[in-house]
């Protein structure tokens, strides 16, 4: 881990999918290896974050040029819509760098 993703194995956490809204990219029950070091959506990514009410996986692209700094939101099941917030708005709890699906 610490060679291959270049991560702290510390800083590291396993978590499970729920939901469609990453769908097709991440399936309800998919296991996602979240490191929690990297927390910025700059290059952008897919990030687990709170949202207040919970977990969720993201996708998150730092807006260019937005004051004070935003942040798009997106899920890639387009029945769900895309917004956006202020980087304050959201906690990103870390980056997305690997996942698994059992066949």
């Known amino acids: 881990m610490r060679h ?4 702290s194995p510390s800083q590291l956490r396993i978590m499970h999918v729920e939901g469609d809204s990453m769908a097709p990219t991440l399936l309800n029950g998919d296991t996602v290896l979240v490191d929690m070091a990297r927390r ?6 897919i990030f687990v974050l709170d949202d207040g009410i919970g977990l969720v996986a993201k996708r998150l692209e730092h807006i260019p040029n937005s004051d004070p700094p935003g942040v798009r939101v ?3 099941n387009k029945h769900y819509p ?3 917030r202020t980087a304050d708005e959201i906690h990103i709890v870390g980056r997305i760098r690997w ?3 059992e066949i």
């Open 99 to 101: 996942f698994a699906r």
């Open 74 to 76: 997106i899920s890639d």
């Open 4 to 7: 291959s993703l270049k991560a």
């Open 40 to 45: 910025a959506p700059n290059p952008p990514g």
């Open 82 to 84: 895309e917004y956006e």
